[in-house]
């Protein structure tokens, strides 16, 4: 039995659970989130928890009990509070606009990239600092990785967009080596 799956996921007041066959839908202040639940994984709902269990203890089952459990809480925590993710453009020169519903990016490259954010994805950008916030965690970090994957950091001045948390593991140069 998995550790994860077997905590049961606490329901905010203003967050309703709607159960039907397989599909799961949470509805809470920030919006809506729909999932396809798994035929092996089963959802109780009580009055004010959450339970997910599976119907036997293959290898399979025991992997989708904490999968869906966390997928389950990530859904009731992201309609009731909702994600961020923040990122920096670090290096002279480097840049990034936002007109719209799409972000431009001035990384060094003899082009602009541009990059129309995805439905349920908002960000604010502050001269070198961009903001991603959004409902569903999913969508958020794969949009964030594909930001980050336009200038991947470099090891050796540390220039390119990186999460605002990442420690980037600085080389010394070719000095570096006397």
Do not use: C, W
Request: aromatic fraction near 6%.
């Amino acid at each position: 039995m998995s550790r994860i799956g077997k905590m049961p996921i606490l329901i905010p007041k203003d967050v309703k659970i709607d159960l039907k066959e397989d599909v799961l839908t949470v509805k809470g202040p920030k919006g809506q989130l729909t999932r396809q639940i798994h035929p092996k994984v089963n959802i109780t709902i009580e009055e004010d928890r959450i339970k997910v269990s599976v119907e036997d203890e293959t290898k399979e089952s025991k992997s989708l009990h904490g999968l869906f459990r966390a997928l389950v809480f990530n859904m009731v925590a992201g309609v009731s509070k909702g994600f961020e993710r923040v990122l920096d453009v670090v290096g002279v020169g480097y840049k990034a606009e936002l007109s719209g519903r799409t972000a431009t990016f001035h990384l060094g490259y003899s082009h602009p990239i541009l990059y129309e954010l995805p439905n349920g994805i908002d960000a604010r950008i502050e001269k070198t600092r961009i903001t991603l916030s959004g409902i569903d965690k999913e969508i958020l970090g794969r949009t964030a990785a594909k930001i980050r994957s336009f200038r991947r950091p470099e090891p050796y001045k540390g220039k390119g967009i990186r999460y605002a948390d990442e420690i980037i593991k600085r080389k010394a140069g070719k000095t570096g080596a006397k």
